[in-house]
């Protein structure tokens, strides 16, 4: 019995707050904090806000992010923000989700952020359930901070549910990105940045 021990979470960034600080030469240097304080978020979206292909959100300042700077981005079910457009509108242009499940998302929002198809934060990117009651999203913030807060679970296609997953973004104007995990009961799912930064091109004549 003293040689049993607890399993360790499959998810190892629960409770844990990541955390993406811009670098002038480009790129992120990234912080993992051993906690994972949410900060206020009261302002609850509807279902036309989250699912709706037009349901932007406005920032309150100007944010860097993949080269540009945006006043707005869409707040997805998936669990990620997205620049340009929303996820819905998009979901059709990458390869089918039964090709090789997680992985093969993550290898689609790969190919397409570095073509420059996509921009994208992934806080916990997966397979959400869409049906009412289900889940629940909230902004928050000020000139200093904008933050986003997901309570949502797993799509029930013909398994068990684990749970609720909470989990929060938050963006400074600085360019600096916090994204915590207060409660996952989920086993797998995306996260990273994708800036959406298209490679260097020649013009040929």
Known sequence: PDLIRKPAHLFELSGK?????????????????????????????SSEEVLAEQGKQKLPFSFAFGGKTWLELYVNLSGSLSFGRSERAMAGERPAWAGGGMCSVASALDE?????????????????????????????GDSNRFVV?????????????????????????????????????????????????SPPATLLD
């Open 112 to 140: 397409r952020s570095a073509s420059g198809q996509e921009t994208l934060i992934a806080a916990l990117w997966a397979a959400n359930d869409t049906s009412k009651g289900t889940w629940a999203i909230s902004t928050g």
């Open 17 to 45: 707050t990541l955390r993406f600080l811009p670098q002038s030469e480009g790129g992120y240097r990234v912080q993992t904090l051993p906690t994972a304080e949410f900060a206020p978020s009261p302002h609850a979206l």
């Open 149 to 197: 807060t997901w309570e949502v679970r797993r799509v029930p296609w013909g398994h068990a549910v684990e749970g609720l997953n909470r989990f929060q973004v938050r963006l400074y104007p600085d360019g600096k990105i916090e994204i915590a995990y207060a409660e996952i009961a989920r086993k797998d799912g995306i996260v990273g940045l994708f800036p959406g930064i």
